[in-house]
Nanobody
């Protein structure tokens, strides 16, 4: 089992570039596929980005070229570097972990509690 704790959420102006972090407990972090999701106010939670254990990545179209997901297995941490933020990027960002996932964002078994990013125009 793994526990996930997100950090880095903040109020930022449009165009800002914050970085979110997700620290995972346990000694098998490198065996987990990791992902970021977000939930905008009044909307369902949706997939943002994933990084598989081999380092390959996949993004939802709306963030391609603006967000970068990365992982540091030595630090048991996954990051989401966000660039050129827009007001529509506002939401609670959740970190998730799964094992052996095939489809991006599917099959995540463990979730953090989220961190709020608010983008002002």
């Amino acid at each position: 089992q793994v526990q996930l704790v997100e950090s880095g959420g903040q109020l930022v102006q449009a165009g800002g570039s914050p970085r979110l972090s997700c620290a995972a407990s346990g000694r098998t972090f490198s065996s987990y596929d990791m992902a970021w999701f977000r939930q905008a106010p009044g909307k369902a939670r949706g997939f943002v980005a994933t990084i598989w254990t081999d380092g390959s990545t996949y993004y939802v179209d709306s963030v391609k070229g603006r967000f970068t997901i990365s992982r540091d297995n030595a630090k048991n941490t996954v990051y989401l570097q966000m660039y050129s933020l827009k007001p529509e990027d506002t939401g609670v960002y959740y970190c998730a972990a799964g094992v052996g996932t095939v489809v991006a964002g599917r099959g995540m078994n463990y979730w953090g509690k989220g961190t709020l990013v608010t983008v002002s125009s």
